[in-house]
């Protein structure tokens, strides 16, 4: 199978890129990236050492993408992945559309020309924000969750949020961008009858994950509290009560191995939640309280000053994609969490390597 994975010096990229190369099933794996994103650099010597041919280009720029290889599946991990993109004065909105919606459609483009098929890793936050804000949820060992005997909007439960939850806008500017994207790859794949699959993905996280506190929230709070960095509790009464799931990116490779193998399948299954679930999913109190059991104690700030797009929970339940390709998490929070550590200790200058220039 020769595979091209977009983004594949980012975090997600760079380790589906090692997973497959070190799989043994004999992939040809080939990789785009515009090394725009700090760290991403640092990837680059390890996949050409595992025999990836990487290309450096921009996907907003279709000519980029002629001197590509033909290919049969295209993995796409490239997009601007913040929430705050486009608002927080560090990426202009244009860039974000153009970044995650436009790299989308030259992509898009690229397989119907090649013929092959388009895996889309997509994101929780294409689900409707003002539900979620609102949903009710009580604290429960240091961590939000859905208030016990609550009526809870359609599409979610205890175990998380399914597909059919809305997502009406808003969603922030990212969301919009992701879920436009999943929109057009459906249609390129059912206009010209290329196989499509989107993944929308829970927090993705796992060791050398760039520490940014609004992407890679779990790598970002390890890092930080290691070297006694300044962490504050934003919103929701400055508790840190606020919960989300985790899942390493490795485990989404056997999922994508069925897909790339799978027949024609309906419209409503070629889209599926990719997460954790409940049983990773962990509040910023309860990561505090690991970090200080394996760092020592550092004291978090409270500021109850709230920020555009924050929700007090959000789990992906990951049930369709278990009836649907009987795929599961393989590794625990726990794991997750140690590896982080180590890579931490290891790379003293992690946080400054991966912060925004």
């Given at each position: 199978?020769?595979?091209?994975?977009?983004?594949?010096?980012?975090?997600?990229?760079?380790?589906?890129?090692?997973?497959?190369?070190?799989?043994?099933?004999?992939?040809?794996?080939?990789?785009?990236?515009?090394?725009?994103?700090?760290?991403?650099?640092?990837?680059?010597?390890?996949?050409?050492?595992?025999?990836?041919?990487?290309?450096?280009?921009?996907?907003?720029n279709?000519?980029?993408?002629?001197?590509?290889?033909?290919?049969?599946?295209?993995?796409?991990?490239?997009?601007?992945?913040?929430?705050?993109?486009?608002?927080?004065?560090?990426?202009?909105?244009?860039?974000?559309?153009?970044?995650?919606?436009?790299?989308?459609v030259?992509m898009?483009?690229?397989?119907?020309?090649?013929?092959?098929?388009?895996?889309?890793?997509?994101?929780?936050?294409?689900y409707s924000?003002?539900?979620?804000?609102?949903?009710?949820?009580?604290?429960?060992?240091?961590?939000?969750?859905?208030?016990?005997?609550?009526?809870?909007?359609?599409?979610?439960?205890?175990?998380?949020?399914?597909?059919?939850?809305?997502?009406?806008?808003?969603?922030?500017?990212?969301?919009?961008?992701?879920?436009?994207?999943?929109?057009?790859?459906?249609?390129?794949?059912?206009?010209?009858?290329?196989?499509?699959?989107?993944?929308?993905?829970?927090?993705?996280?796992?060791?050398?994950?760039?520490?940014?506190?609004?992407?890679?929230?779990?790598?970002?709070?390890?890092?930080?509290?290691?070297?006694?960095?300044?962490?504050?509790?934003?919103?929701?009464g400055?508790h840190?009560?606020?919960?989300?799931?985790?899942?390493?990116?490795?485990?989404?490779?056997?999922?994508?191995?069925?897909?790339?193998?799978?027949?024609?399948?309906?419209?409503?299954d070629?889209?599926?939640?990719?997460?954790?679930?409940?049983?990773?999913?962990?509040?910023?109190?309860?990561?505090?309280?690991?970090?200080?059991?394996?760092?020592?104690?550092?004291?978090?700030?409270?500021?109850?000053?709230?920020?555009?797009?924050?929700?007090?929970?959000?789990?992906?339940?990951?049930?369709?994609?278990?009836?649907?390709?009987?795929?599961?998490?393989?590794?625990?929070?726990?794991?997750?969490?140690d590896?982080?550590?180590?890579?931490?200790?290891?790379h003293?200058?992690?946080?400054?390597?991966?912060?925004?220039?």
């Open positions: 199978m020769r595979i091209l994975i977009t983004g594949i010096c980012g975090f997600v990229g760079s380790t589906l890129a090692r997973t497959f190369a070190q799989s043994g099933a004999g992939h040809q794996l080939f990789g785009f990236d515009n090394f725009i994103r700090p760290g991403s650099e640092t990837n680059r010597a390890e996949l050409k050492r595992l025999g990836v041919r990487l290309f450096h280009g921009d996907l907003r279709a000519s980029d993408l002629e001197s590509l290889p033909a290919v049969d599946w295209v993995i796409d991990a490239a997009a601007n992945p913040s929430v705050l993109a486009g608002v927080d004065g560090r990426t202009s909105s244009r860039q974000l559309v153009e970044h995650n919606l436009g790299g989308t030259n898009l483009e690229f397989c119907k020309q090649h013929r092959a098929g388009f895996v889309l890793l997509s994101t929780s936050r294409v924000i003002a539900p979620l804000a609102a949903l009710p949820v009580e604290a429960h060992e240091g961590a939000f969750r859905p208030t016990t005997g609550a009526a809870l909007p359609a599409g979610l439960s205890a175990a998380g949020v399914t597909e059919a939850f809305a997502t009406m806008a808003p969603i922030s500017l990212y969301g919009s961008t992701k879920l436009a994207s999943e929109a057009l790859a459906l249609e390129y794949g059912a206009t010209f009858n290329l196989p499509v699959f989107v993944n929308r993905c829970g927090v993705l996280a796992g060791a050398g994950q760039f520490g940014r506190a609004d992407q890679g929230i779990f790598a970002y709070w390890l890092n930080s509290h290691l070297r006694r960095r300044p962490l504050k509790y934003i919103g929701f400055g840190g009560h606020q919960v989300r799931d985790c899942l390493h990116p490795r485990d989404l490779a056997p999922l994508l191995e069925k897909q790339f193998a799978a027949p024609a399948l309906a419209a409503e070629r889209i599926v939640n990719v997460s954790g679930g409940a049983a990773s999913a962990r509040s910023l109190r309860q990561l505090t309280d690991w970090c200080d059991a394996r760092f020592g104690k550092h004291a978090v700030a409270a500021d109850t000053t709230p920020r555009p797009f924050d929700i007090p929970w959000i789990v992906l339940d990951h049930a369709k994609a278990t009836r649907l390709w009987q795929w599961q998490p393989q590794t625990p929070t726990t794991a997750i969490l590896e982080i550590a180590a890579h931490a200790q290891a003293p200058d992690w946080l400054d390597l991966s912060a925004p220039l």
